[in-house]
């Protein structure tokens, strides 16, 4: 057999075989597990004694038609109600956070400049702590800045990521605007607990 010869049949052949396959497919999609569909009423009788063709051409010509779909009603999304807004909203006070996830964290604070009208030199430079999967899971560490103790102030925002290509992140979080961190009032700290996320 020549080269075009080869050149020109195999395409030919392929496509037959593609088209056989959709084929068998179809029949079977429209007839599962090789049960024949319910015919029509408009069938006389010879044709329902016929039995199907083993590539299931015949079960296409056997679909009913006339059925109507059956109408269900629609199901309810049920609404969660949103989580509370921290009791104490304008307290300043430590952070404590724990990283409850299986993933390297980093943690930022964008803390406010007291006394700053001027909304684009409103923030200080951002500062951030990195946490290892589990550190400080359950008590959390406290937090604290190079030159000195960390007081978190309302309006402060706090953001986390993963370091580890995981690609998941933590919030934004405003304090005392969202519901995280919260305010623990026995010990006078904002808490931020990092939890683990679906993919």
């Known amino acids: 057999m020549t080269t075009d010869l080869k050149l020109k049949l195999y395409p030919a052949l392929i ?3 593609t088209t056989i396959i959709a084929i068998l497919l179809l029949g079977r999609l429209i007839s599962p597990a090789g049960k ?3 015919r029509s009423s408009s069938f006389n009788s010879s044709e329902a004694d ?3 063709a083993a590539s299931g051409l015949s079960a296409i010509a056997t679909v009913p038609w006339t059925e109507s779909l059956v109408e269900t009603e629609p199901v309810a999304t049920p609404v969660l109600p949103a989580p509370a807004l921290p009791a104490i909203a304008d307290q300043s006070g430590r952070l404590r956070v724990s990283n409850s996830t299986p993933h390297v964290v980093r943690v930022v604070l964008l803390a406010q400049k007291p006394d700053s009208d001027s909304d684009t030199d409103r923030y200080r430079e951002a500062v951030h702590w990195d ?8 008590k959390g560490l406290l937090l604290s800045l190079p030159d000195g103790e960390l007081q978190l102030q ?3 925002v706090l953001m986390g990521f ?5 690609q998941r992140y933590w919030g934004p979080y405003v304090v005392g605007q969202t519901p995280f ?3 623990n009032d026995s ?3 904002w808490t931020l607990d990092l939890v683990p996320k679906a993919p």
């Not at 946490?131 to 359950?138: D, K």
């Not at 993963?162 to 995981?166: I, N, P």
């Open 181 to 183: 961190p919260s305010w």
């Open 36 to 38: 024949p569909a319910s």
């Open 162 to 166: 993963s370091l580890d290509g995981s």
């Open 154 to 156: 309302p309006n402060d």
């Open 131 to 138: 946490f290892a999967p589990g550190e400080g899971a359950g």
């Open 50 to 52: 016929r039995p199907l």
């Open 15 to 17: 496509g037959v075989l």
């Open 187 to 189: 010990t006078g700290e």
